[in-house]
C-alpha cells in the first residue's frame, strides 16, 4: 500500500522508552504516535527498580501516587541477601535501596519521591494510558522498517503484522525507543563503543510461594553462591522478587559462546530446586527466555530528526536497576525539547543538547553496571572461590567461615568487606543523583562545578551548579509544605529568587510575553508566595537572597546569578541572554 499518515512526532517502541516518552510529549500537548511491534505491552516483568529521579519524572506529569499504589513499596526492598540458597546457609545481606538507617536519611533528604519496586508489566500500561488520555496515537502490531529524513522531516516506512500491509508514516520527528536490539539506532549507523555480548544469562519466570524463606528478611534480590552460577551471567544465580512471595525471577548464567541450554520443564525445575534448596514446594512457570549481558553504549544518540532513547543506546545488565530509569529520564530530557520546537518557542539546535546531555550518562551507566557485575566476583575471592566450580572447595570455604582461629577470622573479614562493597551496585545513590549536563542548553556561571565531599557514587550531592537538578527540599506554600521540585517543571521554565530578586521577575514577565514562553515566577523568602521556615532552601540554593536559577521544564537549573541584579535592566538582559543562548533568538 502507499497509504501515508502524519504526525508530529513518531515514537517506535513501547518499553519505558517509548512509552514515557509518549506520556512527556502527550502532557506537553505534542501530535504524537506510537507504533509497536507486538500485539500487547510486556508480557514479562523485566525492569522493575524504579529510583526516585524516575519518580520524579512521575511526579511531575502526575503518576506518582498511581505508580506507588501498584508497586512493591521502598521498605519491601530493604535487604539484599547473599546465601547458598533460600533454605541453605545465609553469608550476609547488605540493607538495600537507601532502606537502612544509615543511608535512608541520605535518600528522602534528596528528593520528595521514594523508590519502589515497578516491573514493566506494572509501568508500561500506566504510562500507555495516560499518554492515551492526553492524546498519544497508539498503533501496535506495527513494524518499523526504515527512515529517511530531509529538511522538513521524517517518512518512516511500517508494516502492519496483521494484514502485511506497508505504508507510510511523515512526520517532523522519529525517535527510536526500540530497544537493544534498535532497528533505528542501526539505520541511523550510530556509533557504538565496548566490547558488546559478554555473557549470557537465563531469566525464568515462575509462581511458587516462597514465603517460608523470605517473608522474614524482604529482598528484592537473593543471590545464591553456587558452583557454576558465576561462570557468566550476573555473578551468581538469582531469586528476584517480582511480587512478595508468590511470583519470581531466576537468574543463571550460561557461555554465550556455547548457546543457552534446553530450557526445558525439567531444566528449569532442577535449577530452581537448586536455588531454593528444597524440592519442598510446587511452581508453575510462566515464561523463560535467555537474554545477553551486554557491554555497549552509543557515544552518539542522534542524528538530525532522529533521536535515540533507552536500551536502543545503551545495553547493559540489570545490576544497579539503571535501564528503564535511564530509559525513561532520557525520555524525559528529550520531550520538552522537541515540544519547545515544535511549538516555535526554542530554535532546532536546542535539540542537539540532547545527545550532549544524555550521551555521557549512557556510558557511565554501561560501564556501572557492568562494574557490579565484576564486583560480585570479590565474593568468590573473598571465600577462594575464585579460580574453581567445585563444590567440595565450596564446603571448605563455608566451613573456614564458621571456624575459630586466624584463617577464619580473615575469610569472615574478607566476606563482609566483599558484601559490603556491593553497596556500589544496591546503595549508589550518586550514580542515581549526580547527573550534570554540560551542553548548549545550560550556561556556565564560570565557577567551576563544586568537588564531591563524599564518594561520588554512593552519596547524592546536590547543588544548582548550572547543568544540575535543581535541588529538592521541603518549603511552604499558604503553610503546606511542598517540594522545591514542584515549583518547577510541568513542561514550562521556572525563575528562581527570593527577597531582592523582584527584578528577575519582571524581567521573566516581559521576556516571556516576547518570546510567547511560559517563565514561572518562584519567589521564596518571608512573606513570599514560597517560604522556607526550615532555612534549608537558603542552605542549598548556593546564591545570595536577590540571585536567581533559570530552571528548565526538566528541573535542570540552566542558568545561575549568585548575586541580585544591581539593576532592571541588568536583569532584564542578563536573563535575554541566557534564553537566546540556550532556546535561540526570537
Ligand atoms: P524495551 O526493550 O523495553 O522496549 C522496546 C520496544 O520497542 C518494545 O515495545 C518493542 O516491542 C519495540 N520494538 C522493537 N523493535 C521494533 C520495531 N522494529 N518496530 C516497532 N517496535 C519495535 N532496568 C531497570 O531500570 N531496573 C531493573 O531492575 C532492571 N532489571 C532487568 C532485569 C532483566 C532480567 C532484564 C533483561 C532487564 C532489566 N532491566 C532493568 C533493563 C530493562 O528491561 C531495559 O533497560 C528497559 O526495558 C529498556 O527500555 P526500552 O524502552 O529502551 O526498551
Redesign the pocket.
Known amino acids: 500500500g502507499t497509504a501515508s499518515a502524519r504526525t508530529d512526532v513518531l515514537v ?8 514515557s516518552a509518549a506520556l512527556f510529549l502527550a502532557t506537553y500537548g505534542v501530535d504524537v504516535t506510537v ?4 500485539g500487547r ?2 508480557d514479562t516483568p ?5 529510583n526516585q529521579r524516575t519518580m520524579e519524572t512521575m511526579r511531575d506529569v502526575g503518576l506518582e501516587q498511581t505508580l506507588m499504589d501498584l508497586a512493591t513499596p521502598w521498605e519491601l526492598m530493604s535487604n539484599t541477601t547473599f546465601c547458598t540458597s533460600l533454605a541453605g546457609e545465609e553469608l550476609g545481606r547488605v540493607e538495600s535501596w537507601g532502606t537502612s538507617l544509615a543511608r535512608k536519611g541520605d535518600y528522602e533528604a534528596q528528593s520528595p519521591c521514594h523508590m519502589l519496586d515497578a516491573p ?1 508489566t506494572i509501568t508500561e500500561p500506566v504510562l500507555m494510558k495516560a499518554a492515551q488520555e492526553r492524546g498519544a496515537k497508539v498503533r501496535f502490531d ?4 526504515s527512515h529517511s529524513q530531509d529538511d522538513e522531516g521524517v517518512t518512516t516506512r511500517l508494516r502492519d503484522r496483521l494484514t502485511g500491509a506497508e505504508y507510510s508514516v511523515r512526520s517532523r520527528y522519529l525517535v527510536g ?7 533505528v539506532a542501526a539505520d541511523l549507523d550510530l556509533p557504538f563503543e565496548g566490547p558488546g555480548a559478554v555473557g549470557g ?1 537465563l ?1 525464568i519466570i515462575f509462581e511458587a510461594d516462597l514465603s517460608r524463606f523470605v517473608a522474614h528478611r524482604p529482598s528484592v534480590l537473593y543471590w545464591m553462591l553456587q558452583p557454576g552460577a558465576e561462570k557468566e551471567g550476573v555473578g551468581l544465580g538469582v531469586l528476584r522478587m517480582i511480587k512478595p512471595w508468590h511470583e519470581w ?1 531466576l ?1 543463571w548464567g550460561y557461555a554465550v559462546a556455547d548457546g543457552p541450554p534446553d530450557l526445558t520443564d525439567e531444566y528449569i525445575r532442577e535449577l530452581a530446586v537448586m536455588l531454593v534448596g528444597t524440592d519442598d514446594f510446587e511452581m508453575r512457570v510462566t515464561a523463560r527466555s535467555p ?1 545477553t549481558v551486554n557491554h555497549h553504549y552509543a557515544t552518539s544518540l542522534a542524528r538530525g530528526r532522529v533521536f535515540c ?4 543506546v545503551h545495553r547493559h545488565p ?1 545490576t544497579n ?7 525513561v529520564q532520557d525520555s524525559y530530557n528529550l520531550a520538552w525539547k522537541l515540544a519547545h520546537v515544535l511549538r516555535g518557542t526554542a530554535s532546532p539546535s536546542l535539540l542537539e543538547s540532547y545527545d550532549a546531555e544524555r550521551a555521557p550518562i549512557a556510558r557511565q551507566i554501561v560501564e556501572r553496571a557492568n562494574q557490579s557485575i565484576a564486583d560480585t566476583g570479590r565474593i568468590m575471592q573473598a571465600l577462594g572461590l575464585d579460580d574453581t566450580s567445585d563444590p567440595a572447595r565450596l564446603e571448605e570455604a563455608l566451613a573456614a567461615r564458621k571456624a575459630p582461629g586466624p584463617e577464619g577470622d580473615a575469610v569472615r573479614a574478607a566476606l563482609r568487606d566483599a558484601i559490603a562493597y556491593k553497596s556500589y551496585e544496591f546503595n549508589a545513590h550518586g550514580v542515581e543523583h549526580n547527573q550534570r549536563y554540560v551542553s548548549t542548553a545550560v550556561v556556565p556561571d564560570g565557577t567551576p562545578m563544586p568537588e564531591f565531599r563524599r564518594d561520588e557514587q554512593l552519596y547524592a550531592q546536590p547543588t544548582t551548579w548550572p547543568g544540575a537538578k535543581l535541588p529538592h527540599t521541603w518549603v511552604t506554600r499558604d503553610g503546606h509544605r511542598v517540594s522545591t521540585l514542584d515549583l518547577v517543571g510541568r513542561g514550562e521554565w521556572s525563575v528562581v529568587t527570593g527577597i531582592g530578586g523582584a527584578s528577575w521577575l519582571a524581567a521573566a514577565a516581559a521576556l516571556g510575553a516576547a518570546r510567547g514562553l511560559q517563565l514561572r515566577p518562584v519567589s521564596i523568602g518571608p512573606g513570599e508566595a514560597v517560604e522556607d521556615p526550615y532555612g534549608t532552601w537558603a542552605q542549598l540554593r548556593e546564591t545570595d537572597d536577590g540571585g536567581v536559577l533559570l530552571v528548565r521544564p526538566d528541573g535542570y537549573v540552566a542558568a545561575r546569578s549568585i548575586a541580585a541584579p544591581d539593576s532592571p535592566e541588568e536583569a532584564h538582559a542578563w536573563l535575554a541572554g541566557v534564553l537566546d543562548a540556550v532556546l535561540g533568538p526570537v
Open positions: 517506535v517502541g513501547s518499553g519505558p522508552a517509548g512509552a507504533v509497536t511491534k507486538y505491552l510486556s523485566r525492569a522493575h527498580i524504579t514493566q506495527t513494524e518499523y522498517l525507543a526500540d530497544g537493544a536490539r534498535s532497528r544469562a531469566g525471577m537468574m537474554w532513547v533507552g536500551d536502543a540489570p536497576g539503571l535501564g528503564s530509569n535511564t530509559s
